[in-house]
């Protein structure tokens, strides 16, 4: 069974379409994120969940809408694709108390503005 | 702000070869310290982490580092290169109280030739 999984790994769509990544994870984590990795491979963090609550929150522009609907799944929804949206985005997730700081990735989904 | 900075984007050894993958941190707190690995479209896999406690600390598939806080330095070494270690290393820090908030480095892709 795969840790932190999401779907799809690959999407390709044009500009001004509205597309969501999901992402699952069956490790019994509380906390769970969303990173961001750009075309030179920088990797940011965009989002982080505790327990379905909002802890972190980037400089990210409104179109990009994260949602919890329990502490096992964490989808990251985004409005009116832009170009500069191509990248590719790993979930994760962590746990509470001992080994809070290690976090488990996904494979990532690889998103491509046309 | 706390950062991280990378010395080298790209690092060539011979297999068998000493590897040094060098990282630097921005903080006057030591914060936690981590390296993970990146194999070609895979997710992000964590090599070796620095807490507390013994300031050399070893990870995975042969790998290790060491927490110097007088030079603010966390760099990456392996004795003897295998082609199995070509892929893109970072390093990253969560910053005390940092809501486990990783930051990572730029990134530094290993090339391991015969």
């Known amino acids: 069974d795969t840790a932190v999984s999401q779907t799809p790994k690959y999407l390709v769509t044009q500009m001004g379409n509205d597309k969501s990544i999901k992402c699952e994870q069956n490790l019994g984590h509380d906390t769970m994120y969303w990173y961001k990795q750009d075309s030179k491979k920088f990797l940011k963090i965009m989002f982080s969940y505790n327990n379905k609550e909002l802890i972190i929150n980037e400089t990210v522009p409104n179109r990009f809408s994260p949602k919890s609907p329990d502490k096992a799944h964490l989808n990251l929804h985004i409005n009116s694709l832009e170009l500069g949206d191509s990248a590719v985005y790993f979930c994760?997730?962590?746990?509470?108390?001992?080994?809070?700081?290690?976090?488990?990735f996904g494979a990532g989904s690889r998103l491509t503005v046309l | 702000a706390q950062s991280v900075t990378q010395l080298g984007s790209h690092v060539s050894v011979s297999e068998g070869a000493l590897v040094l993958l060098r990282c630097n941190y921005s903080?006057?707190?030591?914060?936690?310290l981590f390296w993970y690995v990146q194999y070609p479209n895979q997710g992000l896999q964590l090599l070796l982490k620095y807490t507390t406690g013994a300031t050399l600390v070893k990870g995975i598939n042969g790998f290790e580092a060491e927490f110097k806080k007088s030079e603010t330095s966390f760099h990456l070494t392996k004795p003897s290169a295998h082609m199995s270690d070509a892929a893109e290393y970072f390093c990253?820090?969560?910053?005390?109280?940092?809501?486990?908030?990783?930051?990572f480095g730029a990134g530094t892709r290993l090339a391991v030739h015969p």
């Open positions: 990253a820090v969560i910053p005390s109280g940092g809501y486990n908030k990783l930051i």
């Open positions: 994760a997730s962590s746990p509470t108390g001992n080994g809070a700081n290690v976090l488990t």
């Open positions: 903080s006057s707190v030591p914060p936690y």
